[in-house]
């Protein structure tokens, strides 16, 4: 029997060394027992893993690279762009794929023949923002504002933004004259004023947008399922969810410890270099963000 979407979500979500401690009563960290049985726990955890998205086709967390491209794009990814690399005597290469029905971006290297690291990036409106934590990995909800204000709000069309009529600004810290407590008492109705004008606006159909990224790695098609079911993609960004799009030999390269222009310049590059139809998901968020 095929497990559904949710059923392989949920083996995802086991935490092994959890369900150790729960079952010996003793901390991981001190108890050589418990290790040892959160290790086998873990293995058996991948094995069912294996073993039942095998049988979906979705993607495994080791797998050749022509096996991984021909999964996802069955599913609906599309190559826009390819770059070999070397990595030493070895010939490599960098891909980026997309998948134009849902404003899905992925991108992945290799590394000796096989699908190496990675990730899918994404603008994503959950149906119930409550429950958006089991859908979703790395991200941030969007917020117009940067320094104030409230989420980001759209109408259904996800196109219309909403903004509260009334929101109340919060409270300012004095950190030379006001304590915590104090400030806290000022806040504190404030935080419940916010709450309830965002809870009406919710219940009238206002909706929120997450910007985030996936490992793309292991059971990408199940989990992209099952957002798509509980949500909706936005096919023109409205904020970039990744910092660069890079190969892990950029990152080898000499520079300083805290220089991040070169791999911009090279995502710059890259994406100059996308089919139209991608940057125009893209939206020029990317550079956006830069200034």
Not at 47 to 73: G, H, N
Request: glycine share 6%; charged share 30%.
């Amino acid at each position: 029997m095929k497990l559904t979407s949710k059923a392989i979500l949920d083996i995802d979500k086991i935490d092994p060394l959890s369900v150790a401690e729960k079952l010996t009563g003793c901390d991981y960290k001190n108890d050589e027992a418990t290790t040892a049985l959160g290790m086998m726990l873990h293995m058996q955890k991948g094995a069912l893993m294996r073993e039942e998205i095998a049988k979906v086709d979705d993607t495994q967390f080791s797998e050749p690279t022509e096996e991984y491209l021909r999964k996802v794009t069955k599913f609906g990814f599309e190559i826009v762009y390819q770059e070999p690399f070397m990595d030493g005597d070895k010939n490599e290469c960098y891909y980026i794929l997309f998948m134009k029905e849902l404003g899905i971006l992925l991108d992945f290297d290799t590394f000796t023949g096989s699908r190496n690291s990675g990730n899918i990036f994404y603008n994503w409106s959950p149906n119930d923002m409550r429950d958006r934590g089991d859908l979703t990995s790395s991200g941030r909800f969007y917020y117009p504002q940067r320094n104030g204000g409230h989420i980001g709000l759209f109408e259904k069309d996800l196109f219309t933004p909403f903004f509260i009529p009334g929101y109340p600004a919060d409270a300012k810290w004095d950190l030379a004259s006001q304590d915590y407590a104090e400030f806290k008492a000022i806040q504190g109705p404030i935080e419940a004023d916010q709450q309830d004008l965002l809870r009406t606006a919710l219940l009238c159909g206002k909706r929120t947008v997450w910007v985030g990224d996936h490992d793309c790695r292991e059971a990408i098609i199940t989990k992209i399922k099952a957002m798509y079911e509980n949500g909706r993609f936005l096919t023109k960004w409205i904020d970039c969810p990744f910092h660069w799009l890079t190969h892990y030999m950029d990152h080898k390269q000499p520079s300083g410890p805290m220089d991040l222009e070169p791999y911009k310049t090279k995502t710059r590059i890259r994406m100059d270099r996308l089919p139209d139809y991608v940057r125009d998901c893209i939206n020029n968020t990317y550079r956006k963000n830069e200034k």
